[in-house]
């Protein structure tokens, strides 16, 4: 078995293959040492990679050399299963990758459009041939309802959960519908210019906000929570044997 540790800005994902099936995953916030120990301990893992957004704990990183089994770190370096097209790879962001990678894969075949709504969103795209074409990023949905209260004098700080209208009947609503809905106009505008462009389109929805984006598109769109988890299960099983 593999275990996956995908390092956030705010949360680590964990998750245990048996080769490429998913057994089991879980989000851990703080320090994930612990409850990796926990897994490791109660199932036969024999390799691991391990990815991150941020630089990873001088304690953390200590407690990952120290697992009984091999553990690779995933960077622009890494070999991969798909063709990098990005001009810049070693500034491409290891989550966003590995995403590109797990979509090439459930995938196989399809022009994907990836959606990635986290702390920032990502549109990254893969054509049919397994190739990373690039993205773009923009603001998450609660980056932009902090940036309307931090730079301007009146706006407050609101939640993302809540009633979310079509149109905002106050400053509450307005705020949300405008951070929320307005990301899903972008996701529609995106699909819009895409099936143009390639005459067919899947779009899969990932991230921690992904379950508040629904937007109005005639195309196959997925929800896959686990998305970075399985391209990098696909990583690891791609370097495994110069990993052993």
């Known amino acids: 078995m593999n275990i996956i540790i995908d390092i956030g800005n705010t949360r680590t994902k964990l998750a245990v293959f048996d080769r490429e099936t998913l057994v089991e995953s879980e989000a851990v916030e703080g320090n994930p040492v612990e409850s990796i120990k926990a897994l490791a301990s109660r199932l036969p893992i024999e390799a691991g990679v391990v990815s991150s957004v941020t630089d990873v704990a001088d304690d953390v990183a200590a407690a990952l050399s120290c697992l009984p089994f091999p553990l690779m770190s995933f960077t622009a370096a890494t070999p991969v299963p798909i063709t ?9 962001g290891t989550d966003r990758l ?8 459930l995938f196989e075949g399809s022009y994907v459009m990836i ?3 986290g702390s920032c969103v990502t549109f990254d795209f893969v054509d049919e041939k397994g190739q990373y074409m690039g993205g773009n990023i923009a603001p998450g949905i609660r980056m932009r309802l902090t940036a309307m209260h931090e730079h301007t004098r009146r706006l407050p700080q609101i939640e993302t959960e809540g009633e979310l209208p079509d149109t905002g009947y106050d400053t509450e609503t307005a705020l949300r519908s405008g951070a929320v809905r307005g990301l899903q106009h972008e996701i529609e505008g995106y699909a819009g210019w895409l099936r143009k462009r390639t005459g067919r389109l899947t779009i899969v929805l990932t991230g921690g906000d992904c379950d508040s984006l629904h937007p109005d598109i005639d195309v196959p769109i997925y929800t896959e929570h686990n998305l970075v988890a399985y391209g990098l299960n696909r990583v690891l099983l791609y370097n495994k044997e110069e990993l052993a």
């Open 115 to 117: 959606v990635d709504a």
């Open 98 to 105: 590995a995403a590109a990678v797990g979509a090439a894969w």
């Open 84 to 92: 990098n097209c990005y001009r810049t790879p070693q500034t491409l």
